[in-house]
């Protein structure tokens, strides 16, 4: 599984990183998690408001930090 | 319509834009005329056609948004899309401001002119 996080680098993004890696971690789930910065990449995903979340090349959410245990159910 | 502005790192809050841009003089209307509110910075554009095709980054902005729907004409395929999506808009019909689907001719003038009309009824929607 690939989890994107989508974002600038803000304390947003970074925030949604650690319920990523959280969910990920309690969930025992095998997940490469990669940030994307790069605007035109973000763009490309039709994404006009970060951070966003993206598991597998689908979108699951756009503007919001999500928390451990709404992400574990993404995985 | 969202409650509050969800953007965040830095991003502006502009209502997004999503015009019809059907095949019709009304379609092109809706697209010179998000086009031009884009220009005056009142909204960003983004696609309508991929809210349609279902792309997750698109309807998942969309349900972040705060979205108009420009739709040329009564057949509304804008509002359709949004619906199917259960999304929230505010919904603007461009037949409603005395242009003719089929008939009236698009030009510069029209184009401004409705674009003000359009804005008016926008104002406010952030």
């Keep these: ?75 | 319509m969202s409650e509050s502005c969800s953007c965040s790192c830095g991003v502006s809050c502009k209502p997004l834009l999503y015009a019809c841009s059907g095949a019709a003089n009304t379609g092109y209307l809706s697209d010179a005329v998000a086009r031009k509110i884009m220009g005056n910075g009142n909204g960003s554009m983004t696609c309508l056609a991929a809210v349609g095709a279902k792309l997750s980054g698109f309807v998942e902005t969309a349900k972040s948004s705060n979205n108009i729907v420009i739709d040329g004409c009564p057949t509304a395929c804008g509002k359709k899309i949004f619906d199917t999506h259960n999304l929230d808009y505010k919904h603007i019909i461009l037949t409603d401001f005395d242009v003719q689907k089929g008939k009236t001719e698009i030009t510069p003038d029209l184009i401004e002119k409705i674009t003000i009309k359009v804005e008016s009824k926008i104002q406010g929607v952030t």
């Design chain 1, 1 to 75: 599984m690939v989890i994107k996080i989508l974002g600038s680098g803000c304390p947003k993004c970074k925030q949604l990183e650690e319920e990523t890696r959280k969910a990920v971690s309690e969930s025992g789930t095998e997940a490469d998690i990669q940030k994307v910065s790069d605007m035109d990449q973000i763009m490309d995903y039709g994404v006009m408001m970060t951070p966003a979340l993206v598991i597998d090349e689908e979108v699951k959410s756009v503007g919001k930090v999500l928390k451990a245990g709404e992400i574990k159910k993404f995985l």
